[in-house]
């Protein structure tokens, strides 16, 4: 176990100081985050004003909070904690007076706690949705959060927040709106060549995610962002048809930030990262401010189409998953969502 975590991690560390994952020092956006056919003349929208951000009470979901409350923004923050919750709430509404602030508390790994919270998530018009709450080695978990047949990565990861993607675009189909969706990604999905493994049924995905041995680690998160990226390439095919309820569906990498996520990290491996960060340098490490940025930047205010609804640095390009693989990853947690809806 250690002995594969140390070579993902070794080939990660390489290959982000070899393609690019660099820090912010430019003053041009394009300078600092080279897209394909971008250009950064182009004129950005400041249509999406009512904003749903997850997981926003500390790191990227927080400070994407603040920059957007400071530039006009209606927002809706979620967390587990509602203390948490409360002081973030208290710190945007300082940013600017008269700013419109929401909050839900709910755990969006619990997929009862999600279906319960969208009764009421699901009557707000919101334009954005960045789905931005993420676990890495996640608490052993309890009875009550239910589902012990997936992974708590996965859940958290993944299907908490395709939950509330399908049920806030049922609500806009109704109302005959356009929501943009953004999934925070990471890099990490080109480097460790999880796609290799990745089964091509709906019983190949159940026994997949299944919780096993090596689950809720590193090789979970590394799935969970894979997916996001699918599920990102499947609402964007659906914002192509007419009354879909999608504007954009984009998947970003942010950067590399060192944030409250990293806690949960084992010693043993605590310890590898830290001697990683002699091949990484602490000046090519973002800031979850500067993060924050670009997923603003680059896949909220951009009217940007990226290729593959990936937006990542010029160099880096999707795992090369089939069609079949995608499709029958899409059924799986499709049927799951089915399930959550009915119970």
């Known amino acids: ?35 394909r056919g971008y250009s950064m003349e182009e004129e950005k929208t400041r249509e999406q004003k009512n904003v749903l951000i997850t997981g926003a009470t500390n790191g990227i979901g927080k400070e994407m909070a603040l920059r957007l409350v400071r530039e ?16 973030v709430k208290d710190e945007l509404v300082k940013e600017r007076e008269g700013a419109q602030i929401d909050t839900y508390c709910f755990d969006i790994g619990n997929l009862a706690d999600v279906r319960d919270t969208l009764r009421t998530m699901a009557t707000v018009p919101f334009d954005t949705v960045i ?17 012990p047949e997936l992974e708590e990565t996965l859940k ?26 953004v999934w925070i990604s990471s ?25 096993q041995f090596f689950s809720d680690g590193w090789l979970s998160y590394i799935d969970s962002k894979l997916a996001t990226i699918v599920i990102a390439q499947q609402l964007a095919k659906e914002s192509k ?18 944030t409250q996520m990293f806690a949960s990290i084992p010693p043993f491996q605590k310890r590898v990262l830290g001697w990683i960060k002699n091949i990484v340098s602490r000046e090519e490490m973002d800031t979850a401010e500067m993060c924050a940025d670009r997923v603003i930047d680059d896949a909220v205010l951009s009217n940007y189409d990226s290729e593959n609804s990936w937006i990542c640095n010029g160099t880096q390009s999707i795992p090369p998953l089939n069609d079949t693989q995608k499709e029958e990853f899409m059924k799986f947690i499709q049927e799951i969502t089915d399930r959550i809806q009915q119970d």
Not at 80 to 85: A, D, E, S, T
Not at 156 to 177: F, P, Q
Not at 187 to 211: D, L, N, Q, Y
């Open 187 to 211: 890099t990490i999905v080109t480097k460790a060549r999880r796609h290799w493994r990745w089964p091509s049924s709906v019983a190949g995905f159940r026994s997949f995610f299944a919780p």
């Open 241 to 258: 048809t007419g009354g879909s309820g999608v504007k954009r569906s984009v998947a970003i990498h942010p950067g590399v930030a060192s």
């Open 131 to 147: 789905f931005n709450a993420g676990v890495l080695f996640p608490p052993r978990p309890s009875i009550e959060r239910g589902h």
């Open 72 to 87: 006009g923004y209606s927002v809706t923050i979620t967390g587990r904690n509602q203390q948490k919750i409360d002081q």
């Open 156 to 181: 958290t990861n993944v299907l908490g927040h395709y939950i509330i993607a399908r049920r806030l675009i049922d609500s806009a189909k109704e109302d005959k709106r356009l929501v943009t969706f």
């Open 1 to 35: 176990r250690r002995a594969m975590f140390t070579r993902v991690m070794l080939r990660s560390a390489v290959e982000l100081r070899v393609c690019g994952c660099r820090s912010i020092s430019a003053s041009s956006v394009g300078d600092r985050f080279p897209l």
